[in-house]
């Protein structure tokens, strides 16, 4: 698996230290709104790929919150694009009211923002009290970056990238650094 790897995008120790960063920010933000944290506070992480992010950033909110996974898939997992997909929804474990909760959504990369707008319309039906947005990679591409989100861990080249819970083919989602993959890796399929 190391020997598929081109370079080191991010490093461990730097994704650690912005996901402290970023938490802290939330925290703040939350309480801000509130007057003190929040009554009610759901995260709403986007499977697979935030799996990791997800895992370190709520070990950093020192806040009561709950955990409500779903899945969207804009990409097929053989391909190195999400461009064009087509967005297929199941977000069926939402409760049908979220009234009076607030929501963070999470997903590990803003691309075309297909998912996360899907995840937004679907969150909106039911009537939360603020939906938030947080992404862990935002590609620099016109797409990504006209896309509204709260907050953004990284902003990154336009190229393909594995690791810290992103895959190719399901795969290097175990890999601790944002890296990019040797382009034979792309060629074995
Ligand atoms: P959209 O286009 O909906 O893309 O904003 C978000 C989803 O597309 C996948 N994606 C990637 N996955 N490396 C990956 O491992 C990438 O560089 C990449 N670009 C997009 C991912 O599933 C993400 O949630």
Do not use: D, E, I, V
């Given at each position: 698996m190391l020997e598929d790897i081109d370079r080191i995008l991010i490093s461990r120790e730097t994704i650690a230290r912005r996901v402290r960063e970023i938490a802290q920010q939330i925290t703040h933000d939350l309480c801000l709104e509130e007057e003190g944290p929040p009554a009610e506070l759901t995260l709403v992480p986007i499977l697979t790929g935030s799996l990791i992010f997800v895992a370190d950033l709520i070990r950093e909110l020192p806040l009561k919150l709950q955990l409500n996974l779903v899945s969207i898939s804009?990409?097929?997992?053989?391909?190195?694009t999400s461009r064009g997909a087509a967005v297929e929804q199941s977000?069926?474990?939402?409760?049908e009211s979220m009234a009076g909760t607030h929501v963070l959504v999470i997903d590990d990369i803003l691309d075309s923002g297909n998912t996360l707008r899907a995840a937004i319309v679907a969150l909106h039906h039911r009537q939360p009290a603020s939906i938030r947005t947080c992404v862990l990679l935002r590609k620099q591409r016109p797409e990504a970056m006209a896309f509204p989100v709260d907050y953004v861990c990284f902003d990154i080249p336009d190229v393909f990238v594995v690791g810290y819970g992103l895959d190719y083919n399901g795969y290097y989602?175990?890999?601790?650094d944002i890296v990019t993959l040797r382009p034979e890796v792309f060629r074995r399929r």
């Open positions: 804009s990409y097929s997992g053989t391909k190195a977000l069926t474990k939402l409760p989602r175990n890999l601790p």
